[in-house]
């Protein structure tokens, strides 16, 4: 449901903005059931092999969680060292409480000596790894696709340009549950039972959601991204190493989820301070129009322009508006010359054929508001 209101808000503030959609209203769809399925076939595939085994008060902390992390950060949340990290940390907190107190109804829920054994805290933080692998996945994939553009008025309506990014997986987990008698979950004649010990288990689809989302205003997007996979990437080594010295030293079996919480939180922090909100990377330039992004299979795409790149002139002309271009434009419809302002404002030329396919606007999405958002404005005024 999420996915279905995210997919329509995107596709709204697109041709609201740009008057036309971007991207293919499939693009979360695909992303979030089709490419979660395998990869959850996968993870579920080392889950067995390596033993991970979880208890139904995990389960049911996890989804508390999740849902409290989504409401709080939205998609942001949903990352597993978030979600995984502190339901693991919060039914270990619980279930220490629960020794050294009174008998508690409440908590009694919580109770699980299984959650407590250091050999399934081992198995969680190996889950734990595979589901921030899956994150750095999850970037690489918003990372091949160019992200959403959109504008805001700031400071007495000037106006900003700054991309989004908003994504998640759904993973269909297959894992082992234990088998309580009277619980909640019990053994049946229709449904597998596998014994671990002296312990039964059945097998569950849990589904885990793995999300990732921010706002980029000061840099090119395609930037931010390569530095958010290398810092998640360094963070689930450092979770592993720490998850191999837990095999060792018992002590340390719960110390994996605080990395991991800990660390995401840094760098959430770190490109938080990062995005400096005053930068001008993507506001009106005096120079020219500048650039916000390209649609897919444009002309602009082919002609290799970048956002918050400058169009300084058209064939010839100087152009500061989107009317001077197109003035500019209607000298030739064949073909098109541009001059273009790069990050550090070097000049260079950019030029292509104009076919009768292609927009008039070659596929340009400038910070600069369109004609009809300017009459638009104007009305509601």
């Known amino acids: 449901m999420s996915t279905f209101i995210v997919t329509n808000k995107r596709i709204k503030q697109e041709r609201h ?11 979360e769809w695909m992303r979030l059931l089709f490419v979660g399925l395998l990869i959850g076939i996968s993870l579920s595939a080392i889950i067995w092999y390596t033993g991970v085994l979880v208890d139904f008060s995990w389960l049911f902390t996890l989804n508390l969680i999740t ?23 919060v039914l270990i907190g619980l279930n220490f409480i629960l020794l050294i107190a009174k008998s508690n109804d409440f ?20 889950l734990l790894v595979l589901c921030l692998l ?8 918003v990372l091949r696709r160019p992200m959403q553009p959109s504008r805001v008025k700031i400071r007495r309506g000037t106006i900003q340009g700054q991309f989004k990014y908003r994504s998640a997986l759904l993973l269909p987990l297959f894992m082992l549950l234990p088998v309580s008698e009277g619980g909640v979950l019990h053994a049946t004649s229709w449904w597998p039972v596998f014994a671990v010990g002296n312990q039964s288990f059945i097998p569950i689809v849990v589904p885990v959601i793995i999300g990732m989302g921010a706002r980029i205003r000061s840099d090119k997007p395609q930037r931010v991204l390569k530095k958010r996979v290398v810092a998640i ?3 689930a080594l450092m979770v592993a190493l720490v998850s191999v010295a837990g095999y060792f030293y018992n002590w340390l079996t719960f110390t994996p989820f605080v990395v991991a919480l800990l660390g995401h939180m840094g760098i959430d922090l770190y490109f938080w301070l990062e995005d400096d909100p005053d930068s001008d990377k993507y506001h009106l330039s005096p120079n020219g129009i500048r650039v916000m992004g390209t649609r897919d299979t444009s002309a602009a795409r082919k002609m290799g322009i970048e956002p918050g790149e400058i ?8 152009v500061y508006t989107r009317q001077d271009l197109y003035d500019a434009m ?20 950019v030029e292509t054929a104009l076919y009768e396919e292609d927009s008039f606007e070659m596929g340009l999405l400038f910070v600069e508001e369109s004609v ?5 404005e104007s009305v509601k005024s």
């Not at 949340?77 to 990290?85: D, M, Q, R, V």
């Not at 899956?134 to 994939?141: A, H, N």
């Not at 000298?331 to 260079?348: G, H, K």
């Open 107 to 126: 908590l009694a829920f919580f109770s699980s000596g299984l959650m407590m054994q250091p050999r399934i805290l081992n198995g969680l933080s190996v």
């Open 17 to 27: 903005l740009f008057n036309s959609r971007i991207y293919s209203g499939k693009m």
């Open 372 to 376: 009809i958002e300017e009459m638009t």
């Open 233 to 235: 990437l360094a963070l």
């Open 311 to 318: 169009i300084t002139g058209c064939n010839g002309k100087s």
């Open 134 to 141: 899956v994150e750095v996945l999850l970037v690489y994939l």
């Open 330 to 349: 209607n000298l030739n419809r064949a073909y098109v010359r541009l001059t273009v302002l790069d990050e550090f404002e070097e000049p260079r030329f």
């Open 67 to 89: 849902l409290f992390m989504f409401v709080l950060l939205g998609y942001r949340g949903l990352s597993s060292a978030y979600t995984i990290g502190l339901a693991t940390l």
